[in-house]
């Protein structure tokens, strides 16, 4: 794929670290403009740092709170207003938090679908057109909750299911408007989020961040805890003209710890 997202736009919500950041780096290491969408000034700052640092077009750093409507239409607005064009989208931003049942008041889970799936769903109805008139692509990194649930993620996985389903039901758009929509579940990945769920779910069970580590590895039998590359590498994959007959899935990068049959 070396050269084939030359001059293309690639929007990536909660583009400024982990997976996101990830996810930006590789496709400006293959030509793309990105534009990175964070609410943090300051990890923008580094991010747009690093993706610049690959010696492809520099990086275009905005910063927007997705919870707010008024803030996803800026960022269309200031995409529409610099580059006039969009061939990728990619929704990873997202933060919902881990806990017990109890003790996770309404805010908590206001707050979940508010970043995650409302922010989606809005971007994704603000840059169709521009999809569309590129015949892009639309790529969700959701989580391996969608499928598995647990009691001390219960936001997460019902936020992770809505978007699931909301993306399998745009698919059937794209197929009609030549824009491809596919889903990726990172499972546990090494990032800044994940060593914070981790504390929160050692709270809630009173038990150790370690403990929970290596229960978790021992447990799914995998080799590794995945990295944000893993999930960088799939989500060019699907963004490229090999991939194209590839409408409405969902993948998961787990290294296999998702139990089931899918």
């Given at each position: 794929m070396?050269?084939?997202?030359?001059?293309?736009?690639?929007?990536?919500?909660?583009?400024?670290?982990?997976?996101?950041?990830?996810?930006?780096?590789?496709?400006?290491?293959?030509?793309?403009?990105?534009?990175?969408?964070?609410?943090?000034?300051?990890?923008?700052?580094?991010?747009?740092?690093?993706?610049?640092?690959?010696?492809?077009?520099?990086?275009?750093?905005?910063e927007a709170d997705l919870r707010?409507?008024?803030?996803?239409?800026?960022?269309?607005?200031?995409?529409?207003?610099?580059?006039?064009?969009?061939?990728?989208?990619?929704?990873?931003?997202?933060?919902?938090?881990?806990g017990s049942f109890l003790d996770l008041p309404d805010d908590a889970w206001i707050d979940g679908f508010a970043l995650?799936?409302?922010?989606?769903?809005?971007?994704?109805?603000?840059f169709w057109p521009m999809l569309k008139a590129a015949q892009g692509h639309v790529i969700n990194i959701d989580g391996g909750a969608a499928r598995s649930p647990s009691a001390e993620f219960l936001i997460g996985g019902a936020v992770n299911a809505a978007m699931g389903n909301f993306s399998k039901g745009l698919s059937q758009l794209g197929k009609r408007d030549g824009?491809?929509?596919?889903?990726?579940?990172?499972?546990?990945?090494?990032?800044?989020?994940?060593?914070?769920?981790l504390a929160q779910r050692a709270a809630a069970s009173g038990r150790t961040v370690g403990d929970l580590q290596a229960e978790a590895l021992a447990k799914s039998g995998i080799r590794r805890v995945g990295k944000p590359d893993d999930i960088a590498a799939l989500t060019l994959f699907l963004c490229s003209e090999r991939a194209r007959h590839i409408q409405g899935t969902a993948i998961?990068?787990?290294?296999?710890?998702?139990?089931g049959y899918y």
């Open positions: 070396p050269g084939e997202f030359a001059n293309k736009v690639v929007v990536v919500t909660g583009g400024s670290r982990g997976i996101g950041l990830g996810i930006a780096k590789a496709f400006a290491g293959e030509g793309a403009q990105t534009v990175l969408v964070s609410s943090s000034a300051e990890n923008l700052k580094a991010a747009a740092k690093a993706v610049d640092a690959l010696g492809g077009p520099q990086a275009l750093p905005i707010n409507a008024a803030a996803c239409a800026s960022v269309f607005d200031k995409v529409q207003q610099r580059l006039q064009r969009c061939d990728v989208l990619v929704n990873c931003a997202g933060a919902t938090k881990a995650k799936f409302h922010g989606c769903v809005r971007l994704c109805r603000l824009v491809n929509v596919n889903v990726i579940h990172p499972g546990t990945t090494e990032t800044e989020r994940n060593l914070q769920l998961a990068v787990d290294g296999g710890a998702t139990v």
